[in-house]
């Protein structure tokens, strides 16, 4: 922590736990995606890139505006 920056470490770790959420959404490796894959019989790529990236792009804009206007408040 001999950084200086302006950022609060709070935020830098809830940024960085978002972001491993994303990947994890969108990795066709998950298994809740090869699940759902396979009961759909898609392949597990087109589940987690094609239909998930939307969602995706949505929960990890509005996650880190709530976290850096919570860092604000806080």
């Known amino acids: 922590m001999t950084m200086h920056?302006?950022?609060?470490?709070?935020?830098i770790a809830l940024s960085l736990n978002i972001g491993s959420v994303v990947a994890y959404m969108l990795s066709p490796?998950?298994?809740?995606?090869?699940?759902?894959?396979t009961?759909?019989?898609?392949n597990s790529a087109t589940?987690?890139?094609?239909?998930?990236?939307?969602?995706?792009?949505?929960f990890l804009v509005?996650?880190?505006s709530?976290?850096?206007l919570l860092s604000l408040i806080f």
């Open 66 to 68: 709530v976290a850096t």
């Open 39 to 42: 009961l759909l019989h898609v």
């Open 5 to 11: 920056i302006a950022l609060s470490p709070l935020l």
């Open 62 to 64: 509005l996650s880190l």
């Open 47 to 58: 589940v987690s890139v094609r239909w998930n990236w939307q969602f995706c792009l949505i």
């Open 29 to 37: 490796f998950a298994v809740i995606v090869m699940i759902v894959a």
